[in-house]
Structures are given as C-alpha cells and as structure tokens.
C-alpha cells in the first residue's frame, strides 16, 4: 500500500550544533522545507547537504514563523520538528505505517527532553505534542510562546519519540525563562489573568511540585531538581511581570 507523501517542515536560525542531527533523521521523507530567519553558522549548509528546500525570511514571531514554513509545504502531511529535535531509526517506520492509511487529522509524538547533562528518566512522564498532521486540517495557534498545532479532527498519538536538545547548560535554560516570560505577556493579557500577587506566591510551588513530582523528574536527580527549580521561576517570572506591567505610573 502506497503512504502518503510527506514534507518535513523546519524553521531555523543558526542552528548548526544541532541541525545536521535533525535532518539526518528525517532524510527518508519525500521532501525537506527549512525556513530560516538569517543564519550566520553553517546552517544553511547543513540544511543544503540533506537536499532541502531552503527559504528566507525575518523571524515573524514563534508561531506566525512556523506557520508560514509550513505554508512552504509541498505535500498534504506535514512532520513539524525543531531545529533541536531528533528522531531515531526506529520512527521512521512507524511514521510510514501511519501514513499508509491515516486513520486521524492529526498524530500526537512523545518528547524526551534533555536536562543539562543527561536526558530525563524514561520512567517520567514524557511531553507530547502534534506533530504529524495533515496541514489542510490543521494551523498554528496564535500564542506567542508554547504554539501548537491545532487540528480540525481526531488527533491520534503514536509511539514515537522525539529528543529534545534544547538549552544545554543552566544559564541557557534561565535565559529561556526570562525571554519565554517577556514574550507571555500578550497572551497573559488576553485572559484577563487575575489575583497576581496570590499566583506570585502559590503558583511557583505549585509548579515546582507538578514538574519534579507529578511529572517524575525527580528520576532524573539534580538535573530534574534544577530544571523544576527553574521551571518554578518562569512561572514566578510570567506574573511578576504582569503585576509589574499594570502597576500605575508614578
């Protein structure tokens, strides 16, 4: 049975540490779209070696920038990937199997996240996002942070596993906190977010405790612990920044 064909989409700036990881995961796929924002490393070469489609165009945001690259799409059935993210031999059949005959709009993957100097416990609880989806059922949300692919449909999961590179050292996460925080203020704004000074106080424990207990990166011993303890002042941040922002002008 013929599967459906399959464009992987990738937005980029200078990701050249972590690209030629990426793109060599997915070179099975009918065709590659990279979207770039200006690199200045050797990204776009990385990208060139691996056959892909190459376009340029000014950072437009998280979610506005992954949704023109995936406009840039070829084919119906997208696999939206990061520039940090991997996947190993073995999802390539498991992706191809599930485009034989997709039995949903879209397809939820698991992703495993590394933390500083090794990668979580697989016995935590693993993130999982949409990834695989047909594009004509399918958008980017309007958040200016944390964006995901909404789908018009049933969405499936499969056993698919992404890793996840991200930051890797702790100023690089903190970094990530500060920028992700500044950046939520929008959508923090559009929900009317109240009771600030109580969501100061009670909210970063509360993150603390659903990210290092709940979510089980206490497996993952200091590492999990600093990246909860982390994890628990971007959540402290995103609000102190809001009280701060609707504070009157002296």
Excluded at 12 to 21: C, R, S, Y
Excluded at 105 to 117: D, P, S
Aim: with cysteine; hydrophobic share 45%; net charge positive.
């Amino acid at each position: 049975m013929e599967r459906e064909l399959l464009s992987v989409v990738v937005t980029t700036f200078n990701n050249a540490g972590t690209l030629d990881a990426c793109l060599r995961g997915v070179s099975w796929a009918d065709e590659i779209v990279v979207l770039d924002s200006g690199s200045t490393d050797a990204t776009t070469a990385i990208a060139a070696h691996y056959g892909a489609r190459i376009h340029t165009q000014p950072f437009a945001g998280y979610s506005a920038q992954k949704q023109a690259a995936i406009d840039l799409a070829s084919h119906r059935w997208v696999l939206l990937l990061d520039s940090d993210e991997s996947l190993n031999a073995d999802a390539a059949a498991r992706l191809q199997q599930a485009l034989r005959a997709p039995a949903h709009a879209g397809y939820q993957l698991w992703r495993r996240e590394w933390q500083f100097w090794r990668w979580q416990s697989r016995r935590g609880r693993l993130n999982h996002y949409v990834r695989l989806f047909d594009r004509q059922r399918a958008r980017m949300s309007d958040h200016q942070v944390h964006e995901e692919v909404q789908v018009d449909g049933p969405v499936g999961v499969l056993d698919v596993v992404i890793d996840h590179y991200g930051e890797p050292d702790i100023a690089g996460r903190v970094a990530k906190a500060n920028r992700y925080s500044s950046l939520q203020l929008a959508d923090l704004a559009r929900r009317r977010v109240g009771w600030l000074r109580l969501r100061m106080v009670a909210y970063p424990m509360v993150a603390f405790l659903r990210y290092y207990v709940l979510r089980g990166h206490w497996r993952s011993g200091w590492a999990g612990f600093i990246a909860a303890r982390i994890h628990a002042f971007y959540a402290f941040l995103k609000y102190a920044k809001l009280y701060e922002r609707r504070r009157p002008r002296d």
